[in-house]
């Protein structure tokens, strides 16, 4: 199995900024897609950014400009980078990865969400 560990949430003023991280680890022989996903109280859930393996990047039109994906391939790790955060930021992040595993199976696996606070 893969588990997926995140860390660097928190309470931040409006303007701030915070890093979230997200380590893979397990039986993985390669990691296609990894990304940020979100969901504020009362919505659904929705995509952040997303950065493929050979660094490609997507974003969603609301935090274009103000967050940067990027991953560390070598230590399965991929990274959000939140600067002039809004009220509108706060959500529980999750991470995602679409993992290639050593049986060849092809498994999307989720990290347990952080939260992240946007308030004065």
């Known amino acids: 199995q893969v588990q997926l560990v995140e860390s660097g949430g928190g309470l931040v003023q409006p303007g701030g900024s915070l890093r979230l991280s997200c380590a893979a680890s397990?039986?993985?022989?390669?990691?296609?897609?990894m990304g940020w996903y979100r969901q504020a109280p009362g919505k659904e859930r929705e995509l952040v950014a997303d950065?493929?393996?050979?660094?490609?990047?997507n974003y969603a039109d609301s935090v274009k400009g103000r967050f940067i994906i990027s991953r560390d391939n070598a230590k399965s790790t991929v990274y959000l980078q939140m600067n002039r955060l809004k009220p509108e930021d706060t959500a529980v992040y999750s991470c995602?990865?679409?993992?290639?595993?050593?049986?060849?199976?092809?498994?999307?696996?989720w990290g347990q969400g952080t939260q992240v606070t946007v308030s004065s």
């Open positions: 950065i493929s393996s050979g660094g490609s990047t």
């Open positions: 995602n990865a679409n993992v290639l595993m050593w049986t060849l199976n092809v498994i999307n696996f």
């Open positions: 397990g039986s993985i022989r390669s990691i296609n897609t």
